[in-house]
């Protein structure tokens, strides 16, 4: 299922306090700055809407959150919402995660990664350009703390399994742990619109959890 067509953003809103591209951000990572205030950092990797990192947030004000997203439109979107909670522990950050991950993250500074229903990329040539790959999970198992998550969620059968199998070849983090799908309390309980979605057509998710070791 594809994304469907974005509603307008109110061009008066600011954005400031909740959107960065990513070649604003500091030169040297340090959540300090960028959320005035140290504490667990949490990371997505592909915000879409931005459902997941607004719920978080305010679910979790003890830690803090990034989201990372490559469609700017989307960035933006996502960004707006956190504009109407509004919270002070989430910040949208326009970008490549991949390249975020490689270059900007230092080790063990990381308290959970989420990789949400990511692009399965169907096509057999074109699925070496799917998110989790090799050189993802190395930096993500390298900038997790001991006894950080990774979880994942796919509606993608195929993507997932072979996803469990790489991250099992690859790194060294327990898991995959089961993940319980809980009943939805409201119209928006879900973890994600893509989640929302995939389940309201009654069709499966398929979730994981690992965890880095001591």
């Known amino acids: 299922m594809g994304r469907r067509a974005l509603r307008k953003i109110d061009p008066s809103l600011d954005l400031s306090d909740f959107f960065r591209e990513a070649a604003e951000l500091p030169p040297q990572f340090d959540p300090a700055v960028l959320f005035r205030r140290a504490a667990p950092l949490e990371v997505e990797v592909g915000s879409g809407k931005g459902l997941f990192l607004s719920g978080a947030s305010r679910s979790q004000p003890e830690h803090n959150f990034l989201g990372i997203e490559i469609a700017r439109k ?42 949400y229903f990511p692009d399965p990329w169907w096509k057999k040539r074109h699925k070496k350009r799917r998110v989790m790959n090799e050189d993802f999970l190395r930096d993500v198992e390298r900038t ?7 979880h994942f969620w796919t509606d993608v059968a195929e993507y997932f399994q072979t996803t469990l ?50």
């Open 74 to 115: 989307y960035a933006r979107f996502a960004a707006a919402r956190l504009t109407k909670q509004p919270v002070a522990n989430a910040l949208l950050v326009c970008g490549d995660a991949l390249v975020l991950f490689r270059q900007w993250f230092p080790d063990s500074s990381l308290a959970a990664i989420h990789v």
């Open 144 to 150: 997790l703390v001991p006894g950080g998550k990774l």
């Open 165 to 214: 199998a790489l991250i099992s070849a690859t790194v060294q983090l327990a898991g995959s742990l089961p993940v319980v799908e809980k009943a939805a309390e409201h119209d928006l309980d879900y973890r994600t619109h893509f989640e929302r979605r995939t389940r309201k057509h009654e069709l499966p998710v398929y979730r994981a959890e690992f965890s880095k070791g001591p």
